[in-house]
């Protein structure tokens, strides 16, 4: 069986975030995945945690890929997040490893942001 292309991951990826279909989102991810937001200086180590991040996102948010491009083993999308009535774009960049699963995600936003409270027991800050 041919290991799905690193854009067909991230399609389902953002796919399952929108959808909040947590389980389908966590089986696109390696167990070691590293999530960063380097505007925030967080990063987010390990499958369960990060799914975990997700879940306990705050406010009500919606997400529209605008493009995803993406070569064998990495991938980009362009995003559009609407959180509590306010549009914010973002750029996220994936590693995609051997067996067709996100190893590493860089999350870009347009401006640095103090992290919201209550995921300090998620998170290390770099």
């Known amino acids: 069986m041919a290991r799905p292309t690193s854009r067909s991951v991230v399609e389902a990826y953002w796919a399952a975030a929108d959808a909040r279909d947590w389980s389908a989102f966590g089986e696109l991810l390696a167990d070691d995945v590293v999530y960063e937001l380097p505007q925030t200086r967080e990063r987010v180590r390990g499958r369960d945690a990060y799914v975990r991040f997700n ?11 605008e493009r995803i491009v993406g070569d064998e083993r990495h ?3 362009w995003t559009r997040f609407d959180v509590d009535d306010t549009e914010a774009p973002g ?15 860089t999350d870009f936003w347009p401006e640095p942001y103090e992290p919201p409270p209550g995921r300090a027991h998620l998170v290390e800050r770099f």
Do not use: Q
Not at 55 to 61: A, I, L
Not at 91 to 105: P, Q, S
């Open 91 to 105: 750029l996220c960049f994936f590693d995609v490893d051997e067996a067709g699963r996100i190893a590493r995600i």
């Open 75 to 77: 991938a980009a999308s």
């Open 55 to 65: 879940v306990e996102y705050p406010g009500d948010w919606r997400v529209h890929v």
